[in-house]
């Protein structure tokens, strides 16, 4: 367990420090750049075929309500609803004068809520245009009242994205958490990827959970970083932390 709050894979390297900052520059600095952070790209390319037709054709007769769950700064918001890649985030999170504004407007009509344990990374979200809404909450132990918010957010979101966040959360806050958005009344698509080959037993509880509560849609296989020093020590042979990207989507 991190001082975070979130269970984590000891042979993982962890970036506490980056994810409680002001800004997402020392994100980009030591993350983006440094490691090639390149997922992204994969994940808009996963969300463009699989859930961005319905989307623009939901959206045109209303507003759809998009909860990016763990997103810290939001960079998989910025890469699924906006529409940017890796290169683009790069360029919009070079400096702390060029990050205060999402350089690239929406796709579609949406209104967008974060949720997250840092409470800067979600500040900086929404006063950037990223986020509409945040809820700050330790998704393990939320308390009453922001379980209750949780619930309901959950409930009305038509596009729920959780990506690398998923298999650092106790199996019961998963369920709950999964329970929550399978309950909507309304159409809803989910964008969920998974690591390999950190935490894959937490991974496979995860899959487990998604598939008795959705329907599978479709994934796709790819990289997502280069691994840190630490972690190309614990799995010798091994250069990138690879990704696997699934869509899918409330059962009727």
Known sequence: MSDSGVKTDEKKQHFDDIYVAETPV???ERILDELDYVS????RQTFDR???PWAEKKAASGTLNVVDLAGCFGNTTMATINGMDYDGIRENW?????????AQ???FNASVTGI???ANA?????SAGIYDNTIQADLNTPDAATQAELEKT????NILISTAALVYLEPHAVERLMDEFAAGDDEGYLLVNFLNPFALEAADATKRILLERFEFVGSMASRHRLMSELERSNYPGEEWALLEIWALKRRK
């Open 154 to 157: 959950m409930k009305n979101a």
């Open 94 to 102: 070079k400096d702390a004068e060029t990050c205060k504004k999402v």
């Open 40 to 43: 992204d790209n994969f994940n």
């Open 105 to 107: 407007p929406r796709r």
């Open 50 to 52: 699989l859930i961005l």
């Open 26 to 28: 020392p994100f980009k």
């Open 122 to 126: 979600l500040a900086y979200g929404q």
């Open 116 to 118: 997250d344990i840092s």
